[in-house]
């Protein structure tokens, strides 16, 4: 783990997402302290100050109720992380495990659940995202049901292609000659060595969810207002380009400058572990 | 005299396809004494492995495999075992070796983990300390001069010969009464080959362990076995104790194997076609070695 960060801080480009992501996350913990406006992230509205391009205290300028722009931004981030951790912490366990009852079980039971995988990896993502935000209401939690409902077949895609080919390794053999468990195979033999491999594509990942998620909110299915989101901030502004170009340009570059951080961290731990896709 | 450690006798093997069957062993009887050491001798596919897997009930889960014949281990039918009962023996009372010692620990654990895993096997209740013991003392046993170290090492930061040897101390640290070793050493150099096989052999006498010695390599079989099945499609067609084997051959096939070995002395290696006349010939018992007067 040391070792990890180490090699990490010594690539220029994987510095560079170390150093996006830190600041990116600091500013989502310490929302509260860093902007100038704490309460703007409700429903607080300020008709003397509106729609105006970035200036002293409002660096990024402020929307169409008068609201600072970067309290806006920072809070949607927090939100963000919080989705995207939320999402990835419920689906990497349902995809691992029923990944390494596929891959390693066999017969039936991997016909059974790679089928239902594949059903669920042959609608498009946004898609399936939308029809189940469409069937519930639009709030943040169930935009963290649509997404994870997306996400988790990725990961069992992953872990079942591992698990088939450890599953042929000496060591596996080994272990069910002296009489281990199936259970124990599965999650004391195999799912160590698929480690690196899903520790890679969750940082990667990182950085997909809050887009998908933004995507979501941009079509107006995620999250609600007043809670700031860079999705609907997004669209929300998009209606005045481009003469207010601020609305529009710093939510997205939010966007950009996290989906771009977490990938160049997923990209190095691509090589420093050495997990493949 | 007592029941032999393992009795197989005309046992079965087949995989049920879409196309049919494929018959993979066609009733082959063979015993191992208590502390005796018997050699499985045959080309690639010819069943070898797959009648160890047996043994270890391992191919019984696949549900392709059409297995009959009867198994005997120590007396008692394994068929007439609970599975549950049948799956304890397993790391307790017979164990096995494998081919590629490297690739048979898990990576990403120290030797020591795995080592206190097996010992679990047969004393579940094992605590850090005597397990630590326990396993100190049987790396010892395989002439491991830094114990400590290589309990904290990984696999791969071990030799091949060190991995084989850790191996070795695995499968005999619960005394088990048969061990199956599945061509052995087949993936280290000649002379470490030799090292491991050479202990392998003192250990197993010193615990009065029966060892079932799966293996092609002629030479490797005639240090260290006591008689000799060779097996060829499936079939046992030859056998006889190691001396008996080697200075008469008697099967076509026995024949063929034998002077498929490279000599030293050069003259190179005859062209054998595969399906040569006589290979499937019946079975061959050289006097005093089949399996009547033996079991008698």
Known sequence: ?277 | MSAPTLKIENLKLGFKLWSGMVEVLHGISLHIGKGERVALVGESGSGKSVTARIVLGMLQEISTARISGSLNFEGIDLDKLKPRDRHHLRGTRMSMIFQDPTSSLNPVYPIFTQFREVLARANPAIGEAEARMKAIAALADVSINEPERVLDSYAFQLSGGMNQRVMIAMALANNPSLLLADEPGTALDVTVQAQTLKLMSDLVEQHGTSVLFISHNLGVVREFADRVYVIYKGRIVEQATTKQLFSDPQHPYTRALLSAVPRITGGGIPDIAEDTAGFLDPLIAHPGASEKERLA
């Open chain 1, 1 to 277: 783990m040391k070792k990890t960060l180490l090699i990490l801080t010594r690539n220029p480009l994987s510095l560079l997402g170390l150093i996006l992501v830190t600041i990116i996350v600091l500013a989502a913990v310490f929302a509260d302290f860093i902007t100038p406006f704490p309460e703007h992230v409700g429903a607080v509205v300020d008709f003397t100050n509106f729609n105006q391009p970035p200036h002293w205290p409002n660096i990024f300028g402020t929307d169409l109720v008068g609201r600072d722009l970067f309290t806006r931004v920072v809070y949607a981030y927090r939100v963000s992380l919080i989705l995207a951790a939320v999402v990835l912490i419920i689906a990497v366990p349902i995809g691992v495990a029923i990944g390494l009852a596929a891959g390693y079980l066999g017969g039936w039971t991997e016909y059974v659940l790679m089928r239902i995988t594949d059903i669920f990896l042959s609608i498009p993502p946004l898609v399936l995202a939308m029809s189940i935000m469409g069937l519930l209401e639009p709030t943040l939690t169930n935009g963290m049901i649509a997404v994870t409902a997306m996400w988790w077949p990725w990961y069992t895609r992953l872990v079942y292609s591992i698990t088939r080919s450890e599953r042929e390794e000496g060591y596996v053999l080994a272990a069910e000659v002296i009489g281990a468990s199936k259970l124990h195979i599965m999650f004391r033999e195999i799912l160590p060595n698929c480690v690196p491999s899903i520790v890679t594509k969750m940082t990667l990942d990182f950085g997909f969810v809050i887009l998908i998620a933004s995507s979501l909110s941009f079509l107006g299915l995620g999250v609600q207002p007043p809670t700031p989101d860079l999705g609907s901030m997004v669209a929300d502004g998009a209606k005045y380009l481009p003469d207010s170009w601020w609305l529009t340009v710093f939510p997205g570059l939010a966007i950009l400058i996290a989906v771009f951080g977490f990938n160049l961290i997923g990209d190095a731990l691509r090589e420093i572990l050495g997990g493949d896709q």
